[in-house]
């Protein structure tokens, strides 16, 4: 859907087009509506606005509050692109913090959101571990998926901020 095309669509197909997580997301947004792309990028929106004030709070990345913020953005991804176990969500914080162009998408809202994110996430996915290690049941895995592919690169090219 070109309301999902992205600058990096290539290189994103290139490295990930192989992925059973690429062909899923691909299969999705293919038949997303516009209302349904708007809240997408709504529910996105969301989610980052909610780590940044948790951020600007002084809360914990770790605390109860982060993991859960970090655990609605591992489920927008689960809901609307591909399966997004904790593992992959751990993969895709450390692409937040290594590639510029997402740290940019991150700490171009607030100085530090990047790190404190992929923090979040870790500390989510370390949970879901610590659970599955005391029997408590954890999210299905998706296999041996790369962290990532179309749907990572939601955050836009640098510049202006355009939602999702």
Known sequence: MS??????????????????AWKESRRRTASYTPEQVREIRAELEDIEAALAGLMDDGAAAD???ARAAAERARLHIDRW???????MHVGL????????????????????LADYVAAAIRANAAEATAGLEAGREAAPSAGTV????RPFFIPPAPGPRRGC
């Open 93 to 112: 914080a450390e692409m937040y913090v290594a590639d510029p162009r997402f740290r940019a998408h991150y700490d171009d809202r607030r100085a530090g």
């Open 81 to 87: 692109y591909y399966p997004c176990p904790p593992e």
């Open 63 to 65: 605390g109860e509050e």
């Open 3 to 20: 309301d999902f095309e992205s600058p990096y669509e290539k290189e994103a197909e290139e490295r990930w087009g192989h992925t059973d």
């Open 146 to 149: 790369p962290a990532a592919g």
